[in-house]
């Protein structure tokens, strides 16, 4: 019954969207109306989800692959190679389909994700499956506000939403965009909950024999819906041809920390059991990339 709600969301709000929209320019590198392909790899500084990360940086070098349809709609594919102190892998492969469009000074955009995490990941979204996004903005010229919001499938599925304004500033003939934005979000948090459980305390050992100590916790208020952080940007895009190159600069200042409880268990078999307020800073992060469209 779960799954058959799950699908009818998905094709209820796909199908509402369609109507009396058209789709938005589909080159970038030229603004013509043209279907188009588009590779890319892109670098980010640290993987950070809703001011929430773990204590362990995580960066990611990400090739992708995309295919733009005049229509509006697209599809693509990337995979996150993760390179840090002690971890060398793939830590994550996506999938994504979606419609883009506008109308008048409308615009948003409709997507479904798939993800495949690897089993060591640490990211603290390794748990979800994917998601349904979904994005309406307005432009009035001198700023325009923006509302997003969807589902990330889980064992237990989450609901975020995120509202934000943001305004371009356009250089060089137009080439150069620069776009500071501000989004407040707020979501559940049972994919959280589900990284303490299964992946934030998990060490992965060999042929262990000697009794270590181990911990175990959990989030018992993970369903409960609240503003998770502030987020501040400032994207820089330049277009020379059909490259773009891009850099975006985050702020996040996470709020409302959480309650976990946390189980301790020494060699002795004696547990101890704490609640502990989880400890929570600004972060910030940067990502880097290019695009050639063809």
């Excluded at 603004?31 to 204590?55: C, I, Q, T, W």
Aim: proline fraction near 4%.
């Amino acid at each position: 019954m779960k799954k058959h709600y799950r699908w009818f969301l998905v094709c209820a709000t796909f199908f509402c969207m369609l109507p009396n929209v058209k789709a938005q320019d589909s080159t970038k590198s030229d603004g013509s109306d043209k279907s188009y392909f588009e590779v890319g790899l892109s670098y980010l500084s640290n993987n950070v989800y809703l001011g929430r990360n773990d204590s362990l940086k995580i960066p990611y070098l990400t090739p992708s692959f995309n295919y733009y349809n005049k229509s509006g709609f697209y599809a693509g594919t990337s995979l996150s190679y993760l390179n840090s102190t002690g971890n060398s892998r793939i830590d994550l492969v996506e999938i994504e389909a979606g419609y883009a469009f506008t109308k008048d000074k409308f615009s948003g955009i409709l997507s479904v994700e798939k993800d495949f995490y690897n089993s060591q990941s640490k990211n603290v979204k390794a748990e979800t499956k994917g998601s349904l996004n979904g994005t309406l903005a307005y432009d009035f010229g001198f700023i325009k506000p923006m509302l997003q919001g969807g589902i990330v499938f889980s064992a237990r599925d989450d609901y975020y939403v995120g509202f934000g304004v943001d305004h371009s500033f356009f250089f060089a003939d137009d080439n150069v965009e620069i776009n500071p934005s501000l989004v407040i979000n707020a979501s559940t948090q049972n994919y959280y909950n589900s990284y303490y459980i299964k992946r934030k305390f998990a060490t992965k050992r060999k042929n262990q024999t000697v009794a270590v100590t181990t911990t175990k916790a959990y989030l018992p208020n993970a369903s409960a819906f609240k503003i998770m952080d502030y987020e501040f940007s400032l994207p820089v895009d330049y277009s020379l041809g059909k490259f773009i190159f891009d850099v975006t600069p985050t702020e996040t200042l996470p709020v409302n920390p959480n309650v976990a409880v946390v189980t301790v268990t020494p060699p002795s078999g004696i547990s101890v059991t704490r609640t502990r307020t989880e400890k929570l800073s600004n972060t910030f992060f940067w990502s880097a990339g290019i695009t050639y469209s063809f």
